[in-house]
């Protein structure tokens, strides 16, 4: 079946500093890719999407890249601020009607 | 104006109650979603609707039964509440498929069994 497997958290850094979260997928054919964001005490909210090999999605200087040969999908922002300290799932979908989510890589960042 | 809502945002009761969450969407969306977050926050999908019909009931115990009286709206009813069903619960609406279409979530819907 799909899975997801995300780097395990907590994350701690200081503002201005450089966020990886590492994601790697199993999948039987070609999935989408996301990565979900819910801060404090709210839903998830989609961050950015990729639906190929190569694609990169980004969004709010986050970013990251479809890779097939390693079947990845890391997600990376170069300066982050206190406001992005939330919970990061990676997750994947492939022809049915449920995403596949991650564990969840919570991120604080300290000012 | 919000898209997804659910109710209530909070939810404590004792073990053998029955209890419903509501959910509405205003997206004119297809297929509607819940979840449960357990409190270690992972993710996992209970059962999906696409135009009021179940397509995935994933493995979930019957003590929890889906109802969608239309589009917009897909509730969730629990018998016999454990507590082991504590946890967030959240619903959530697509477009169709969500290979394409992003997922939208309501609140969450804290229930705590006591």
């Known amino acids: 079946g799909n899975s997801v497997t995300q780097m395990e958290g907590p994350v701690t850094l200081s503002e201005e500093a450089f966020l990886t979260i590492n994601c790697t997928y199993t999948a039987t054919g070609y999935p989408s890719l996301f990565w979900y964001v819910q801060y404090p005490g709210e839903g998830l909210q989609l961050l950015l999407k990729?639906?190929?090999?190569?694609d990169k999605g980004s969004n709010k200087g986050f970013e990251a890249t479809y890779r097939k040969e390693t079947t990845s999908f890391h997600l990376e922002k170069g300066s982050v601020q206190v406001s992005d300290s939330a919970v990061y799932f990676c997750a994947l979908s492939e022809g049915d009607y449920k995403l596949s989510f991650g564990a969840g890589t919570t991120v604080t960042v300290r000012a | 104006d919000t898209a997804v809502s659910q109710t209530p945002k909070y939810l404590v009761t004792q073990m053998g109650n029955d209890k419903s969450i509501k959910c509405e969407q205003n997206l004119g969306h297809d297929t509607m979603y819940w979840y449960k977050q357990d409190s270690k926050k992972f993710l996992k999908i209970m059962f999906s609707?696409?135009?009021?019909?179940?397509?995935i009931n994933e493995t979930v115990p019957n003590r929890f039964s889906p109802k969608s009286p239309d589009k917009a709206h897909l509730n969730l009813h629990i018998n016999s509440l454990e507590l082991g069903d504590s946890a967030v619960y959240f619903c959530?609406?697509?477009?169709?498929?969500?290979?394409?279409?992003?997922?939208?979530f309501g609140p969450g819907t804290r229930l705590t069994v006591l």
């Open positions: 609707y696409n135009n009021k019909e179940l397509i």
């Open positions: 959530a609406s697509s477009q169709a498929s969500p290979i394409t279409d992003t997922q939208y």
């Open positions: 990729a639906t190929k090999a190569d």
